[in-house]
């Protein structure tokens, strides 16, 4: 079992940057692929980014290829998402999700946080 806590969300006007982690309880974080959804009012949730339990096989979604960053550290057991040049667009709740989706960009994971908002203002 794993329990995931995100923090980090906020206000932020376009142009700026945000970093969000993900905090992992359990002994097996290192097992997990960790990926970054986001959902935005009436839409579907998105996968953003991922990330292998070893740091690499990483993933972007079109959309921020360039300006996120996936990144974890297992003596940790986080898993982050550093965010610049946002854009109103990148408005919508983020989750952090734990499991071992058949691809990198999969969607098919076990563990999901609760999320936090992030609000990009133009």
């Known amino acids: ?42 839409k579907e949730r998105d996968l953003v980014a991922s990330i292998a339990w070893n740091g690499g096989n990483i993933y972007y979604g079109d959309s921020v290829k360039g300006r996120f960053t996936i990144s974890r550290d297992n003596a940790r057991n986080t ?21 071992n989706p058949r691809t990198a960009g999969g969607h098919e994971y076990d563990y999901w946080g609760q999320g936090t908002q992030v609000t990009v203002s133009s």
């Open 79 to 99: 898993v982050y998402l550093q965010m610049n040049s946002l854009k109103p667009e990148d408005t919508g709740n983020y989750y952090c999700a734990a499991g």
């Open 1 to 42: 079992q794993v329990q995931l806590v995100e923090s980090g969300g906020g206000l932020v006007q376009a142009g700026g940057s945000l970093r969000l982690s993900c905090e992992a309880s359990g002994r097996t974080f290192n097992s997990y692929r960790m990926g970054w959804f986001r959902q935005a009012p009436g």
